[in-house]
């Protein structure tokens, strides 16, 4: 085929396949749900979901444009509908997951597992939600992972197993089994460098530098022929060749290297770098020096600069530069280096006048007039340093980056017309930014100009996709500036636009805290209870509540109010701790003792509700309970270990149990050898219980 007819061609296949959907873009087809509000859309992306299950976009899209409560009610319905729908309870699941109901998701997982043993997707999705449980260890999600593995069919679904595992493994300290789960994954493609170089990289990473040495070494044979690649790898081996202390072998690795890149390439900048530290790490700079002071080049002078920034010679260093500058004029980055070179040795005159050369040559270079405008300002020459932000400001038209850093400079500089002025016309190069109008009304009210400030705030905000989000914002701007009526006032707007959002409820509630409104901060942070998923929040706003509810007076009506709900609703766990909260804060520890043993009782794994009780037991000086607790929750939640049995240590020590305090910290050391905070606390034990042979070894 001719070029001619290949033109031809492609202008055919253009017009057929291209052309129709630019013109339907064109008349506004939109696609997505926010665009057009197309519930005929919506409609069509759960009916893709349904049909795959494991659709992340379609998910995605069907949350952004429904949004998440509505979803999990529907999908809880259509659930319980259809109980024997694989596809339904999968979906129910995951948003189950995305919603933080992390039990709820894991027995959906799980019954979908039951329902399809050989589903890839629901062994998947039940592995990744045991990982990223609390309440689960990181041996049940490699077990989960590994099943996984067993019915997986293709080989993009092993690799993510296989590469989950072995993040799981490195997770564990398990340095030999995540090596195994790599090389399992090499073996899959063995022509995949790209694995082997993730393989080989691991294994730098973990300090077993001989093997990678091995691997680089295999890499660099198959490579030959493509030099960018030769070279990074040749980068790579000299790495692992300087981890194993062979830095004779690494310095040729990287002369290799840079023998194949051209000397202005980034990579040749970062070997040069490479080679220099490792003369430096071996202190043998001075061999180096030598070395380039016998060399004649430009860049062996710019070369030989560095060297000696780097052994500390700062007057010869200035010398290298000036004859690295005289050889190469037009080129910058000698005179960048001697500027800053003479910055860092406070020779600020000098500096200024090397500055004034380089916005001489390079003035198409607008960071370089930047640089000499700071410097004047550290000089604290603010006349001639207004000077110079005037003319960057007056240079750039449309650059919306200059024109910002130049307004911040006139802040600093308490030049606040021309921060008004450049502000003005930072919002014009983009009318969709909010940035610019909010510090543009930040300069108005530091004018004293408030009515204009607020204007200009509330064109910011009016750019927020979301009004309640915009408000919010407002809000927060309001109480930088110390207005806490506005604040308050922009909150309450919002809560009104949105009365489910429950960080709009959270913002408002703490607005009221601050300003002593007890009785609407109580009706917020209820309403962040009603319409609250993230479990973190929840339990803020309880705890929250708790204290306001005491303030006021009203905890035994509290009481009251919420046993009456837990009658008509007893699996409310949220509810529960709310009541036993209530309880601790009424002066009746035992009650809420009670409440968190049944709410253990019935969920072995339930870490919160362990702390609770061991706090309470602790404070009423019940130690021994208090330790019988921490031991249960070290055995139910493996993956909190290292937190929990700190806090056994504490409690050890303080009921006089020496001994016990220090088996337990060296148990702990021995399952966190590389964690120092660990080791420093094992060795304190040792230390505080006299055993000065132990502490030394930690």
């Not at 409609?43 to 998440?68: N, Y």
């Not at 939600?129 to 999600?141: L, P, Q, V």
């Not at 993230?534 to 339990?539: C, V």
């Not at 230390?687 to 930690?698: D, Q, T």
Request: include cysteine.
């Amino acid at each position: 085929m001719t070029p001619r007819l290949g033109r031809s061609f492609q202008m055919a296949l253009f017009s057929i396949f291209a052309l129709p959907s630019l013109v339907r873009a064109d008349r506004g087809d939109d696609w997505r749900p926010e665009a057009r509000g197309d519930a005929a859309l919506l409609t069509r992306f759960k009916r893709m979901l349904e049909s795959d299950p494991g659709r992340d976009f379609a998910l995605k899209r069907l949350i952004d444009g429904v949004g998440l409560a509505p979803l999990l009610a529907e999908y809880e319905a259509k659930v319980k509908a259809s109980p024997r729908s694989f596809s339904l309870r999968v979906i129910l699941g995951r948003l189950e997951q995305r919603a933080g109901r992390t039990e709820n998701a894991l027995a959906s997982f799980r019954t979908s597992v039951k329902e399809r043993p050989d589903s890839f997707l629901a062994r998947r999705l039940l592995a990744e939600a045991i990982a990223d449980s609390n309440a689960e260890s990181a041996d049940d999600a490699t077990r989960a992972f590994e099943a996984a593995l067993q019915v997986a069919k293709k080989k993009d679904e092993k690799r993510f197993c296989y590469k989950r595992l072995a993040a799981l493994a490195v997770r564990g300290r398990d340095v030999a089994k995540a090596l195994g789960y790599w090389r399992s994954l090499v073996d899959l493609e063995p022509g995949n460098l790209f694995a082997r170089e993730e393989l080989a990289q691991t294994l730098t990473t973990h300090g077993l530098h001989d093997d990678a040495i091995r691997e680089w070494k295999a890499i660099l044979a198959a490579r030959q022929g493509d030099t960018a690649k030769t070279a990074e790898t040749l980068r790579e081996l000299g790495r692992a060749e300087e981890g194993a202390g062979a830095w004779e072998a690494a310095v040729a690795s990287y002369r290799r290297a840079l023998g194949l890149v051209v000397p202005k390439h980034w990579l040749a900048r970062e070997l040069r770098d490479r080679i220099r530290n490792t003369y430096k790490q071996q202190g043998k700079l001075a061999l180096l020096e030598a070395v380039y002071e016998k060399r004649k080049g430009a860049s062996d002078a710019a070369e030989l600069a560095r060297i000696r920034e780097a052994m500390g010679k700062e007057p010869e260093a200035i010398a290298a530069w000036r004859a690295a500058i005289a050889q190469k004029p037009g080129e910058p980055a000698p005179h960048l280096a001697l500027a800053r070179l003479l910055e860092n040795a406070q020779r600020n005159k000098e500096a200024l006048l090397e500055w004034d050369e380089v916005v001489r040559r390079f003035p198409n270079e607008p960071s370089h007039a930047q640089n000499r405008a700071l410097l004047l300002e550290r000089m604290r020459d603010k006349p001639r340093a207004l000077a110079a932000w005037r003319s960057i400001a007056a240079r750039a038209t449309r650059d919306g980056a200059l024109l910002s850093q130049a307004a911040d400079a006139f802040v600093r500089l308490s030049a606040s017309a021309d921060a008004v002025a450049t502000l003005k016309r930072l919002a014009a190069t983009d009318p969709r930014d909010p940035e610019p109008l909010r510090k543009l009304g930040d300069a108005y009210f530091r004018q004293g100009k408030p009515r204009e400030a607020e204007t200009e705030w509330r064109r910011a905000v009016s750019l927020f996709r979301d009004r309640a989000d915009g408000l919010v914002e407002l809000s927060r701007i309001f109480r930088a500036h110390e207005l806490p009526e506005r604040a308050i006032a922009a909150l309450e707007e919002a809560a009104r636009l949105a009365p489910s959002n429950a960080n709009v409820a959270e913002d408002l509630a703490a607005a009221y805290i601050r300003a002593k409104d007890l009785s609407g901060a109580i009706r917020m942070l209820e309403r962040v209870l009603a319409v609250g998923t993230s479990p973190p929040q929840r339990a803020r706003a309880r705890a929250q509540l708790v204290d306001l509810l005491r303030d006021n007076g009203t905890l035994a009506e509290a009481i009251g109010t919420v046993e009456k709900n837990l009658r008509a609703n007893p699996k409310d766990r949220d509810a529960w701790r709310f009541l036993a909260e209530l309880y601790q804060r009424s002066q009746r520890p035992d009650r809420a003792e009670e409440i968190w043993g049944k709410l253990i009782a019935s969920d072995p794994k339930d870490i919160q509700s362990m702390l609770d009780l061991e706090r309470s037991l602790e404070a009423r000086g019940e130690t021994d309970r208090s330790i019988r607790v921490l031991r249960t929750a070290i055995a139910a939640v493996p993956r909190r270990t290292k937190a929990l049995t700190k806090r056994l240590i504490d409690a050890l020590q303080k009921a006089g149990q020496a001994d016990a305090a220090g088996e337990t910290a060296r148990g702990l050391a021995r399952g966190f050898p590389d964690d120092a905070e660990v080791q420093a606390i094992a060795g304190a034990v040792a230390l505080a219980n006299g055993m000065a042979s132990r502490a030394k070894e930690h």
